[in-house]
C-alpha cells in the first residue's frame, strides 16, 4: 500500500461528511486506504461510513479515548508508505495530491513529513495559487500533513498526556533531533472548513485553547532546549503573559494560572521525556523558518 489517509473523528459526522465526499476520487484509488477512528460518538458516525463508503477502514472506540491516541494507533497499525493526516472539517483544493507527495518525498530523501499550505475559511477562494515557495520550517499543522513513514518509526508517537495542542511540535523536534526536515509544500492546499473568529468567541472556548497551548508549549521547551535557554524562553513567555494582562487582558490570566499548575503537575513527565538539543543543533533549529500556520489569497 502506497498510501494512508487517516482521519480521526468525534460527534462530528456533518463536518466528515463533507470531507469523505470531496476526498472520495483518492479513496477510490487501488494504492489508497482511507482509516476513519470513531472516537466514541454518538452520532451515529460509524453507521454512516459503514453504509456510504464501505471501502474505508473503520476504527471505533465505544468510549472516547482521546484524539491523539486514535491518531498513534492509526500511524502504528497502517502499513503504508506515505500517510496523509487530514481533520474531519478538512479536505484538497489542488489536485493530483498523491503524485505532488509522492515526488517530493522521492526528491527530498531526508523529509520525513510534508506540511501542506492551509487555508483557515468555509469559503473557497477565487485563487488558490500561491507564490509560496518550499521551505524547511520548524512544524506543521495537525489539520493537513503527510507522514514518510519510516520517519515516524523512528521517534516517539505522540504524547497522549498533552491531550491536544502542541504534539505537532513535539514530533518535529523529535525529527529534527534524528536528522529528519519538516518541508512545506505550497503546491498542496488545504481547506480546513474553520471560521477563527467565530471558534474564539466564547470565552470557555477561549480559555481552554489558551491553557493547551501555553502548556504544551512549555512542555517542549523544557524537554528539548537547552537548560539555560529554556529558562530564558520560558521566563519571557511570562514576561510576555503578564504584560497582556496589565495592559487589560484579563481573560488571560485564569488559563496562564492553570497551564502553570499543570507544567507543575507534569514535571516528571517532562523530566522523563528530556531529549535536549546540543548547542549546534539548537542554533540549527532556530534558523528554520516558522511553521506556516496561515495562508490567505491575494487580494
Known amino acids: 500500500m502506497k498510501f ?27 494504492n489508497v486506504e482511507c482509516v476513519v477512528y ?6 451515529e458516525t460509524s453507521i454512516w461510513v459503514s453504509q456510504n463508503f464501505p471501502k474505508i477502514k473503520l476504527l471505533r472506540n465505544d468510549i472516547s479515548k482521546g484524539y491523539m491516541y486514535c491518531r498513534n494507533k492509526m500511524l502504528n497499525t497502517t502499513q503504508a508508505d506515505f500517510a496523509i493526516s487530514l481533520d474531519d472539517d478538512a479536505h484538497f483544493l489542488t489536485s493530483d495530491v498523491l503524485e505532488k507527495i509522492e515526488t517530493h518525498f522521492n526528491d527530498f530523501e531526508d523529509c520525513g513529513v510534508i506540511a501542506f499550505r492551509i487555508l483557515w475559511s468555509k469559503s473557497t477562494p477565487d485563487y488558490i495559487t500561491s507564490n509560496d515557495k ?7 499543522v495537525g489539520c493537513g500533513h503527510a507522514w514518510r513513514m519510516k520517519a515516524w518509526h523512528e521517534i516517539p508517537d505522540y504524547p497522549e498526556w498533552f491531550e491536544f495542542y502542541g504534539e505537532e511540535n513535539y514530533a518535529s523536534l523529535e525529527l529534527i533531533k534524528n536528522k529528519w526536515l519538516v518541508q512545506y509544500l505550497p503546491s498542496i ?12 468567541q466564547t470565552n470557555k472556548d477561549f480559555s481552554f485553547r489558551y491553557r493547551r497551548a501555553l502548556r504544551a508549549d512549555w512542555y ?20 510576555m503573559q503578564i504584560k497582556k494582562i496589565f495592559s487589560g ?6 488559563p496562564l494560572i492553570l497551564a502553570k499548575i499543570d507544567l507543575v503537575l507534569n514535571i516528571p513527565r517532562v523530566i522523563k521525556n528530556r531529549n535536549s ?23
Open 249 to 254: 487582558n484579563f481573560k488571560i490570566l485564569k
Open 38 to 43: 470513531d472516537d466514541g460518538s454518538n452520532d
Open 4 to 30: 494512508s489517509i487517516l482521519i480521526s473523528t468525534k460527534n462530528r459526522v456533518e463536518d466528515l461528511k463533507i470531507t469523505l465526499r470531496n476526498i472520495q476520487s483518492l479513496i477510490d484509488k487501488p
Open 189 to 200: 492546499l488545504v481547506q480546513h472548513r474553520v471560521e477563527l473568529k467565530k471558534r474564539t
Open 277 to 299: 538539543f546540543s548547542k549546534s543543533e539548537f542554533e540549527v533549529f532556530k534558523n528554520l523558518k516558522e511553521t506556516k500556520i496561515f495562508w490567505e489569497p491575494n487580494k
Open 134 to 140: 518550499v521551505e524547511n520550517v520548524k512544524s506543521f
Open 220 to 239: 517542549n521547551i523544557f524537554m528539548f532546549y537547552p537548560f539555560s535557554n529554556a529558562i530564558k524562553v520560558f521566563l519571557y513567555s511570562n514576561y
